[in-house]
């Protein structure tokens, strides 16, 4: 079984800067890719950034050039650097990750959630 802990969330001002951590622990055959997701009070969950495990990346258009996604493949950890953040980012960010279990299962796993205010 496969856990996410993410870490780093806070409250901070319009413009200044956060890293989020998510570390994954437990067994699998394989993480592929892992990501970073938000969801605002009254909205929709939505994608803002994820990587694979060759480190290509991808971003929602309204972070692109603000945030940086990073991952250790060795430590098993993705990270999520929040530069310029606007009250817009305001939301719970979930770390997210594809699995292969050791019984070759795909499977999604889920973090707890870490909240992100940022005050004007």
């Known amino acids: 079984q496969v856990h996410l802990v993410e870490s780093g969330g806070g409250l901070v001002q319009v413009g200044g800067s956060l890293r989020l951590s998510c570390i994954s622990s437990?067994?699998?055959?394989?993480?592929?890719?892992m990501g970073w997701y938000r969801q605002a009070p009254g909205q929709q969950r939505e994608l803002v950034a994820d990587i694979t495990s060759g480190r290509s990346t991808n971003y929602a258009d309204s972070v692109k050039g603000r945030f940086t996604i990073s991952r250790d493949n060795y430590r098993n950890t993705v990270y999520l650097q929040m530069n310029s953040l606007k009250p817009d980012d305001t939301a719970v960010y979930y770390c997210?990750?594809?699995?292969?279990?050791?019984?070759?299962?795909?499977?999604?796993?889920w973090g707890q959630g870490t909240l992100v205010t940022v005050s004007s």
């Open positions: 437990g067994i699998a055959r394989s993480i592929n890719t």
């Open positions: 997210n990750a594809a699995i292969r279990t050791l019984t070759n299962r795909d499977l999604e796993v």
